[in-house]
């Protein structure tokens, strides 16, 4: 018992063992060392803001609609592009009208007033035009070749030098209608083309239905 006493004493001292000083036993390790340092934001693929998913390298998405912006040169080729055409189809129409003998047109007296007096100033235009009653407010005018080609001229230019208002209307619908007719006439045609402007219906039952 003395004996075990005297040597846990001496333990208690420090005896019977080498002393380790602080760090010894061991290898140390440098801060950082025993790993690969992972950069911030690296180990994973970051989202693409408001997505949820990864980003692409691929092209920018279009819009809805599917089409790109139109550049103002883009737009301007267009434009005269459109009236290159509208020169030519003006051109060819009136090479129709040059050869065409006579064309009546049958229109209320308003509308023949209104086409006269625009047409008045063309060197073209007759001014003593035949003007016979139709009855029911309407008149029958029949004009020559050269008279027609001056009333589209004069219709031309009221409807380029209007802006959507009641004379720009008239003179695009008289111009279409006028240049719809004479496209129908031909070199071997018999009979004068008469062109009206006098739309409405046919079926004379279906106005009895709709007032009844």
């Given amino acids: 018992m003395r004996g075990w006493r005297r040597y846990a004493v001496a333990v208690a001292a420090g005896e019977g063992h080498t002393p380790v000083s602080a760090g010894e036993g061991h290898t140390p390790v440098a801060t950082g060392e025993g790993h690969t340092p992972v950069a ?10 408001g997505t949820g998913a990864p980003p692409t390298d691929g092209p920018e998405p279009r819009d809805e609609t599917g089409t790109q912006p139109i550049s103002d040169d883009d737009a301007d080729a267009e434009r005269l592009r459109r009236e290159a055409r509208e020169k030519g189809d003006h051109g060819a129409l009136l090479l129709t009208a040059a050869v065409t003998g006579r064309v009546a047109l049958i229109c209320h007296r308003e509308a023949w007033d209104f086409l006269a007096a625009c047409a008045s100033e063309n ?5 003593t035009t035949e003007v016979c009653d139709e009855g029911e407010g309407r008149i029958r005018a029949v004009l020559s070749g050269r008279s027609v080609i001056g009333l589209l001229i004069a219709l031309r230019n009221t409807h380029s030098a209007s802006s959507m208002d009641g004379t720009w209307a008239l003179a695009s619908a008289f111009y279409q209608r006028l240049a719809e007719d004479l496209t129908t006439t031909s070199r071997h045609g018999t009979h004068p083309l008469t062109v009206i402007f006098d739309d409405g219906i046919h079926d004379q039952a279906r106005v009895t239905e709709t007032s009844a």
């Fill in 40 to 49: 911030a934001g690296e180990g994973h693929t970051p989202l693409a803001p």
């Fill in 123 to 127: 060197e073209h235009f007759c001014k």
